[in-house]
């Protein structure tokens, strides 16, 4: 990493420890970061064909450069591919590659790469390391931290997968500069989500910022910075709670109503465009059950208003959403359960949101989509 400059956050973890690097134009450095952290000579990068298009000679150029031996697996592109087949055809590559125990996958590409690259690497030989080499924003501000990997199923999202922590996640936010506009738009929400559940500061940041940042008109330090302070407020919860049995769950806010919308538009919806409704709907409930106040709740709709909300909600049927909801991974005991906001950076856990309230929080979700761009 020489003259390179960039961003360390660490993620304490014990034995799963590892850094994130974030800073812009390092993507030629990749090398240098890997080799050292005791990550074998031999790497498989799972990518997709437009990030390969865009990105994989300049990483695999620069692993060879150190002498390690690369091998290149594609999957198609698409939420449609973050399925078991894909994995099972990334499992064959890796055999055919002659890929032992020693090897590290390293995934180039969004949160669907991402994600199924990172569940091949936690089921692959009963395990090995894997690299997070995210280049959209929401597999930079959230998928490609804190070792969630999966597929999906047919009857729901992420329904088969493991907890497995990267060894590194290695971030050029440089890259981001060749997504689609819908793309970062997507991906802010999740910005916005860890600002209202952990960083009141950075909602305020926001407030200012938020137009300039989502065209991607900020300098390029400032966006470094943003990127990592988004890696920090997940990596202090995955620190605190790695394997969601209390605290984490409130990453999922707007979860619970955005995968079921994510599922039933058959993922017309991006997954943060999902979250973002997702969260119209929460604060909703929130809102009528009286745990938070109108001036937050109206802070949270001028912010997420700002990036566009997905229009097509109000075409779906609100019993297929709530049908969704009941098959979510949060269900506990048949209960489903909300992440709801108390105040801007502290939200609880709730399990007695009624059919009626969720119904409520659903007819304004929609309302807001009519509404749309
Ligand atoms: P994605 O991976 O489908 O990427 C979106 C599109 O952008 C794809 O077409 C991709 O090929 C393209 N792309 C990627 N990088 C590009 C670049 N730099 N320039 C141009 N195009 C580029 O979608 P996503 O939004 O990155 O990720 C969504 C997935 O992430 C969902 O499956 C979601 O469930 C998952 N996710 C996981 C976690 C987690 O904790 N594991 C958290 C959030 C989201
Ligand atoms: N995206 C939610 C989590 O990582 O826990």
Redesign the pocket.
């Known amino acids: 990493m020489e003259n390179q400059t960039h961003i360390t956050v660490p993620v304490n973890l014990g034995d799963r420890s590892y850094d994130i690097l974030v800073g812009h134009g390092i993507l030629d450095a990749f090398g240098q970061a890997f080799v050292g952290r005791e990550l074998g000579n031999s790497v498989a990068i799972v990518t ?4 390969a298009a ?2 994989l000679d300049r990483v695999q150029n620069s692993l060879e450069a150190e002498g390690v031996r690369v091998t290149v697996v594609t999957m198609p ?3 449609a591919y ?1 399925t078991l087949e894909t994995a099972g055809e990334i499992y064959g590559e890796l055999i055919r590659a002659g890929l032992d125990r020693a090897a590290c996958v390293v995934t180039l ?7 199924t690259a ?1 569940f091949v690497a936690a089921t692959y030989l009963r395990g090995i390391h894997f690299v997070q080499g ?6 930079q501000v ?9 597929v ?1 199923h047919p009857l729901g ?2 329904m088969i ?1 493991a907890f497995h922590q990267p060894r590194l996640v290695y971030i050029d936010t440089e ?6 506009a819908r ?1 970062v738009s ?2 802010m929400a ?1 910005v916005i989500k860890h600002g209202l559940i952990r960083d009141p500061e950075l909602v305020s940041f926001l407030e200012e910022y938020l137009e300039a940042a989502v065209r991607l008109e900020i300098e390029p330090d400032r966006l470094d910075w943003l990127i990592a302070q988004n890696c920090r407020i ?1 990596a202090r919860v995955v620190e605190a709670d790695e394997t969601e049995e209390g605290l984490r769950e409130i ?1 999922n806010y707007g979860h619970t109503v955005g ?1 079921a919308v ?1 599922a039933v538009s058959g993922f017309d919806c ?3 465009e999902a ?1 973002c409704l997702g969260m119209l709907a929460a604060g909703k409930i929130a809102l009528d059950k009286g745990m938070w106040g109108q001036a937050d709740f109206d802070r949270q709709e001028a912010l997420l208003f700002k990036l566009g909300i997905w229009r097509g909600v109000e075409d779906l049927r609100v019993n297929d959403i709530l049908e969704w909801m009941g098959r979510d991974k949060k269900v506990r005991d048949g209960v489903i359960r909300f992440v709801l906001p108390e105040r801007i950076g502290h939200l609880v856990s709730c399990d007695t949101v009624t059919r009626c309230e969720m119904g409520a929080g659903i007819q304004y979700m929609q309302t807001c989509s009519a509404k749309g761009r």
């Open positions: 997709n064909p437009t990030v865009l990105y592109d698409g939420e973050k590409g969004g949160g669907v790469v991402g994600d990172g995210p280049t959209t924003l929401e597999a959230d998928a490609s931290v804190g070792g969630k990997t999966a999906d999202k992420n997968g890259t981001l500069f060749s997504l689609p793309e997507a991906g999740e997940k990453l995968h994510e991006k997954h943060g979250v």
